[in-house]
């Protein structure tokens, strides 16, 4: 069945960087495109970034344009987030999803001083 | 980007109720939408794909209808494991937009 298990949340002031990892099982990883979408605490949910199957085509929310980055890693089944220029209002659970259909269990990220 | 506005934001029912939860967006989307059920502390669950068809082992309590810019899901008869807040999905384009939510409590 499908997996996805998110890794590397954590504290970060305000200015800092962090890397979300994906680990993807269940399927054939490299036929899919993959998602991140964020929900802060008490909040809704927000879409934040699209790869394709083979990376060659991404797409970003304007709320994280210039800052994240999606890239992901077929060979070792693998999603990434990496995350500079962190704010505030980028303190949310993070989930990694098979397109839109199945998401992981998500990775808390908290950016204070 | 396409606004997705959900309604009502809460509502209260009871077990065995019909409750029909709406989604209007800003601009035509096909049917190119997806409804999600997440409960507290728990990853959202697809409920429905392409605004009527339901993803596999989802009870057939739940139905979805609409095309173009108005959206619906209905829960035929609510059950207590409904009670949760549900949201909309459009995947017509990027970026991608959900509706603000919909919390389902128990009267």
């Known amino acids: 069945q499908v997996q996805l298990v998110e890794s590397g949340g954590g504290l970060v002031k305000p200015g800092g960087s962090l890397r979300l990892s994906c680990a993807a099982s269940?399927?054939?990883?490299?036929?899919?495109?993959m998602s991140w979408i964020r929900q802060a605490p008490g909040k809704g949910l927000e879409w934040v970034s699209y790869i394709s199957s083979s990376g060659s085509t991404i797409y970003y929310a304007d709320s994280v344009k210039g800052r994240f980055t999606i890239s992901r890693d077929n060979a070792k089944n693998s999603l990434y987030l990496q995350m500079n220029s962190l704010r505030a209002e980028d303190t949310a659970v993070y989930y990694c999803?098979?397109?839109?259909?199945?998401w992981g269990q998500g990775t808390l990220v908290t950016v204070s001083s | 980007a396409i606004q997705m506005t959900q309604s009502p934001s809460s509502l209260s029912a009871s077990v065995g109720d019909r409750v029909t939860i709406t989604c209007r967006a800003s601009q035509g989307i096909r049917n190119d939408l997806g409804w999600y059920q997440q409960k507290p502390g728990k990853a959202p669950k697809l409920l429905i794909y392409?605004?009527?068809s339901l993803q596999s082992g989802v009870p057939s309590r739940f139905s979805g209808s609409g095309s173009g810019t108005d959206f619906t899901l209905t829960i035929s008869s609510l059950q207590p494991e409904d009670f949760a807040t549900y949201y909309c999905l459009q995947d017509y384009n990027y970026p991608h937009t959900f509706g603000g939510g919909t919390k389902v409590e128990i009267k």
């Open positions: 392409a605004a009527s």
């Open positions: 999803s098979l397109g839109v259909d199945y």
């Open positions: 269940g399927f054939t990883f490299s036929d899919y495109y």
